[in-house]
């Protein structure tokens, strides 16, 4: 098994890093034909790792990302956040905005037009800080879980760290917002 700390993988992480296309996957969504909504569903242990499937699970990722960006967006502009919470929002939306971006990069560098956000999200009634922090775990959760999935898709191993980094990521920002909800931030040894 490769260590994730060799040269070559190195090299294939900045790759991702940087501007040069790479991909990021998420299998563990698929996007609703009609509205670009990311869904569950099982993993496709079948997967060839084509360029075209490469594509159809990187739309996936970024149409959640577009979801994420706009729970964190109406979370800042719904005022309900202290002044604690409120630049931590912040700062996580920026984090997926940065997701957001690389995955645009990189569906454009092969060849496809990179799904939008939808134009109004139904997060249903956010009436206190802890609904929304509530929505926001439940979104990075999602994401936590599909990047975790979808890496085992990926032909390229270097790709894989960088989706694994990106579950690293969601999982900072699921234990701070559980922190903030009194909740365990680290509830198991696994993903769930
Ligand atoms: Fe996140």
Redesign the pocket.
Same mark, same amino acid.
Request: proline share 0%.
């Given at each position: 098994m490769n260590t994730t700390h060799s040269p070559k993988n190195r090299r294939d992480f900045l790759k991702w890093a940087g501007a040069v296309g790479a991909f990021v996957t998420l299998s563990g969504c698929t996007t609703s034909s009609s509205n670009n909504e990311p869904r569950p569903t099982a993993r496709m242990k079948e997967s060839t790792g084509s360029s075209g499937n490469d594509v159809k699970i990187l739309q996936d990722a970024l149409a959640l990302e577009h979801k994420?960006i706009a729970a964190y967006a109406a979370g800042i502009a719904s005022n309900l956040l202290d002044a604690t919470i409120s630049p931590v929002a912040l700062k996580?939306k920026g984090?997926?905005e940065q997701h957001r971006d690389k995955l645009t990069k990189t569906i454009q560098s092969l060849g496809a037009k990179p799904v939008e956000a939808m134009e109004k999200y139904d997060f249903g009634v956010l009436a206190s800080q802890d609904d929304i922090l509530k929505l926001?775990v439940s979104? =990075?959760e999602l994401?936590?879980f599909s990047y975790a999935q979808g890496a085992g898709d990926l032909s390229d191993h270097g790709l894989v760290v960088a989706a694994i980094s990106i579950v690293g990521? =969601?999982c900072?920002?699921?234990a701070v917002l559980k922190s903030a909800l009194k909740e365990d931030p680290a509830p198991s040894a696994f993903l769930q």
């Open positions: 994420g996580f984090h997926h926001a979104i =990075e994401a936590a990521c =969601e900072w920002h699921t």
